[in-house]
C-alpha cells in the first residue's frame, strides 16, 4: 500500500506540474491534461482508502452501516462519491468541458445507450461464464439484490471517475485507439497493483467502445452493471 501511495503521489506530482506548464503554454495541453487526469485519479483512489479511516470513527456509525456507506462492493454507496464530484468539478471549470461532453455525447440514457450497453454486458460476462464452463467447474447461482444495488450506484462513480472526463479528453487529443487503450490501463491499475489488473483492463476495452459508440457513458454504466450482476449472480 505505501509504494502505492508513492507511486501515486509520484504520478499527481508530474501532472500537476504538466497541467501548469500546459496553461503557461509550455507544453501541449494534448499531452498534460490526460496525464493530469489519470493522476488525480490514481491519488484519489488511494486517498478514498486512507481518508475513510479518518472519517469513519469521526461519523460515529456502526459497522453494518459502514460497511453500506464506504466499503461494501466498490466502496460502499459515499466511499467514491467525492471524487466523482471532484472530476465533474475539474471537467467543468479547470477543463471547460460540459457535462455532456464528459459523458461522450449525451447525459440522456437513451436506446443507443441501453442497446450497445446490453450487447457488453452480455459479451462481457459471457467470458468468464465459457471459462468456468469450460474447466469443468460447478455455477453458484446465487441472488442478491443487496450487491447489485450497491453495485449500481458504485458502478455508476466508476464510470464517471475513468470513463467520462478521461475518456473524453483522450479522444478530444489522442485518437480513439489511444484513448480506448489508456483509459482501460487506468481502469485496471485504479482496482490494485495485482494479477487481476490485466484482466479488467481487457474488459474495460470493451466498456470503452460501447461508450464511444452510443456517444453517452450510460451506455458503459449499462455493459459494467450487467456484468456485475450476471457474474455475481452465477460465479461464486
Known amino acids: 500500500m505505501n509504494e502505492y501511495l508513492v507511486v501515486s503521489i509520484t504520478f499527481l506530482s508530474i501532472g500537476v506540474l504538466l497541467f501548469i506548464a500546459g496553461k503557461r503554454q509550455i507544453v501541449s495541453d494534448k499531452f498534460c491534461i490526460p496525464l493530469f487526469l ?12 486512507v481518508i475513510r479511516e ?40 479547470l477543463v471547460k468541458m460540459g457535462y455532456d461532453e464528459q459523458w461522450s455525447g449525451t447525459t440522456n440514457f437513451n436506446l443507443p445507450s441501453l442497446k450497445y450497453g ?11 461464464l465459457m471459462i468456468v464452463a469450460a474447466t469443468g467447474q460447478k455455477f453458484n447461482y446465487k441472488v442478491d439484490f443487496y450487491r447489485y444495488g450497491i453495485n449500481c450506484i458504485t458502478n455508476f462513480y466508476e464510470e ?11 479522444v478530444k487529443y489522442w485518437s480513439r485507439l489511444s484513448a480506448v487503450v489508456w483509459t482501460s490501463v487506468v481502469f485496471g491499475l485504479a482496482h490494485g497493483l495485482n494479477e487481476n489488473s490485466i484482466s479488467i483492463a481487457l474488459a ?6 460501447v461508450i464511444l ?10 455493459t459494467h452493471q450487467l456484468t456485475d450482476m450476471i457474474v455475481d449472480t452465477f460465479l461464486p
Do not use: E, M, Q
Open 213 to 222: 459508440k452510443a456517444k453517452s457513458l450510460w451506455a458503459g454504466w449499462t
Open 160 to 170: 464517471i471517475i475513468c470513463r467520462g472526463l478521461l475518456l473524453a479528453c483522450c
Open 118 to 128: 446490453i450487447i457488453g454486458g452480455i459479451v462481457l460476462a459471457a467470458i468468464p
Open 54 to 93: 479518518f472519517i469513519i470513527p469521526l461519523v460515529g456509525f456502526g459497522d453494518k452501516k459502514n460497511s453500506l456507506l464506504f466499503y461494501d462492493y466498490g466502496n460502499g454507496l459515499l466511499g467514491l462519491l467525492p471524487l466523482a464530484l471532484a472530476i465533474l468539478f475539474i471537467g467543468k471549470h
Open 38 to 49: 489519470s493522476s488525480f485519479i490514481f491519488i484519489g483512489f488511494y486517498g478514498v482508502k
Open 204 to 209: 474495460a476495452c470493451l466498456i470503452a467502445w
